[in-house]
């Protein structure tokens, strides 16, 4: 978990108690984080559904605003001393946002903009801006006007202008939303090759959580503006055995996960909370057999964020479901109870030596 | 009119006005770029305010001017009615509500993410208010535009400040009202064209400068 490795001092970023509520009545949201540490080097990912404040900690993150308390520090000192300590943390730490946005003009305009800014002699800017679109595979589109990119395009833009600025800590607001699986993992494989190229500390959010185990050293899961301790109960891994239909692993013996096609080798199978369906026990409705269904009882009940509610399921398996807050009471469901729980095969991501099958996006 | 008489009162023309949308646009810019970044109580009413300024008529703010710079009003030791210096002033407050209005309009319309992405990028704030205003640079050279064709145009102010004073402060529009009261409606109208004919111009020299400066 982020937070509990490496040494503390020289931890990246290091946040206690930070408190964040957006100005006006109108917003009664509020992100609260008691503790996280960043590494340097590493690659951290913020789990969480939309509304989870999953931005605002990113926006935290490149000073962009400031926290109402707690204590935020990066690089041991605190970025929010002066204009100047601002301003050269947000220089070191580039966000870039979901949807980003491109200023009109060309390519090569958008990519020298923080590069002028940072005053970088005009004799290097060019090769900066051959080596950062080279990387997002642009490679010779310097001039072409930006009005008429594809939205995968004005993606790899953005990631190449903030690449080009070398910055030590990158942070990306859902990279891969919006864009297809392909260019997703192509995004993926540049964010794990600047890391261990440039030793850049890299924090991205995202939803889908296969994508979190896939990429990172580290997740953070949000809920309602809390961090929520994060477990890899939905993340199992096993060696997978294979009828030519189906495959499954056993992470226990005899109780298995099963997953459609061929798979061998070890592998890793990861299902979304949101893919679980919950029965109670004695729900006539409930299925009492078939593949990925699994009995336990609710041990853990959170309902931090107004709408969801995260539920632990722990029997054989310990499992983490997620359901609107309004169908629990007629569901059956409450803390202690024991109940069943079922997802359909085709919704276990596979996660192995291979690329990954499908993907939630 | 003689030749040179006609060349003056072009000159005269030009520097006011000129003078007067640089002003203003001084003053409008920052106006506008302030009220279109922050919302803030009242702003509704110093909108609407503008909006109301935008409809003076151009002999009421002669008319305010006049009252302000004349012998016995408060500015009057100062010695500017009937000075070149008068138009200009009267000009800038003419068109400042116009240059505002229109500028809030066009950053208004600058996509809210540029400001937070100049910010990611590390533009100091100064910097990033520098990266929206480019973002609106043609809309915002309309306002200045706009501004300008508005001063150089009117007929109240030039009058009641300039006072229409022969090789000093006659401009163009003065020496229409002029040729017109003689029963000159020929000139009058050569003059008019000639005033569109310059406006024009710079409207072509302005936007051709920027279009070039882009593909340079």
């Known amino acids: 978990m982020a937070g509990t490795r490496g040494d503390m001092s020289s931890a990246v970023y290091r946040l206690e108690y930070v408190g964040y509520a957006y100005p006006g009545a109108a917003s009664p949201f509020t992100l609260e984080v008691e503790s996280l540490n960043v590494d340097p080097g590493e690659i951290l990912a913020i789990v969480g559904p939309n509304g989870a ?8 993150l490149g000073f962009l605003i400031q926290p109402g308390r707690g204590r935020l520090e990066f690089q041991g000192s605190n970025p929010w001393a002066s204009d100047a300590s601002v301003l050269q943390a947000r220089r070191n730490a580039v966000l870039v946002t979901h949807h980003p946005y491109l200023f009109k003009g060309s390519v ?12 970088i002699p005009e004799a290097e800017r060019p090769e900066l801006l051959r080596s950062a679109l080279a990387l997002v595979e642009l490679q010779g589109r310097e001039k072409e006007s930006v009005s008429g990119l594809s939205a995968g395009q004005v993606q790899r ?24 699986a392909g260019l997703g993992l192509r995004i993926e494989a540049i964010l794990r090759e600047v890391s261990r190229e440039s030793g850049t500390t890299v924090v991205f959010s995202t939803h889908n959580f296969s994508q979190a185990s896939r990429l990172a050293d580290d997740i953070v899961y949000l809920s309602g503006g809390r961090r929520v301790e994060f477990s890899h109960e939905n993340c199992f891994s096993g060696t997978a055995a294979t009828d030519g239909r189906r495959s499954w692993i056993e992470p226990r013996p005899g109780v298995r996960i099963v997953f459609p096609g061929e798979r061998r080798g070890h592998l890793t199978c990861i299902i979304d909370p949101a893919d679980i369906r919950l029965f109670s026990a004695d729900d006539g409705a409930a299925p009492s057999s078939g593949p990925n269904v699994f009995a336990g009882r609710v041990t853990r009940l959170e309902t931090t964020d107004a709408a969801t509610a995260l539920i632990r399921v722990s029997g054989e398996l310990i499992f983490r479901a997620t359901l609107p807050v309004g169908e629990l009471e007629g569901k059956g469901i409450s803390l202690s109870r024991s109940v069943l729980l079922k997802f359909e095969p085709e919704s276990v991501e596979v996660v192995g030596p291979q690329t990954p099958e499908r993907s939630h996006d | 009119m003689i030749f040179r008489e006609l060349a003056l009162a072009v000159w005269v023309s030009l520097k006011t006005s000129g003078l007067a949308a640089l002003i203003a646009s001084a003053l409008a810019v920052p106006a506008a770029l302030f009220l279109a970044g922050r919302d803030f109580r009242g702003k509704r009413l110093v909108l609407l305010i503008n909006q109301t300024w935008m409809a003076a008529p151009t002999v009421v703010i002669g008319l305010l001017f006049y009252s302000l710079l004349s012998r016995n009003g408060p500015f009057g030791r100062l010695g500017l009615l009937y000075t070149q210096t008068a138009m200009t002033a009267g000009q800038v407050f003419l068109i400042l509500p116009l240059i505002i209005g229109f500028s809030y309009t066009a950053l208004r319309q600058v996509d809210a993410r540029a400001r937070l992405t100049a910010l990611t990028l590390g533009a100091t704030p100064r910097q990033a208010g520098w990266a929206v205003l480019r973002e609106a640079k043609y809309a915002l050279l309309i306002a200045v535009l706009a501004g300008f064709a508005r001063a150089i145009s009117e007929v109240g102010i030039a009058m009641m400040l300039g006072g229409n004073i022969r090789n000093a402060t006659r401009n163009i529009t003065t020496s229409i009202a002029l040729e017109t009261a003689k029963g000159e409606f020929r000139n009058g109208v050569v003059l008019g064209i000639l005033l569109l004919i310059i406006t024009l111009g710079i409207n072509i020299l302005v936007q051709t400068g920027l279009h070039g400066r882009d593909k340079g």
Request: charged share 25%; no cysteine; glycine share 4%.
């Open chain 1, 53 to 60: 404040g999953k931005t605002t900690l990113l926006m935290l």
């Open chain 1, 108 to 119: 090569a305009d958008n990519i020298s903009f923080g590069l002028k800014l940072r005053k």
């Open chain 1, 157 to 180: 833009v953005a990631l190449a202008r903030a690449l080009a600025l070398r910055p030590r800590v990158l942070l990306l607001d859902e990279p891969t939303a919006n864009i297809d």
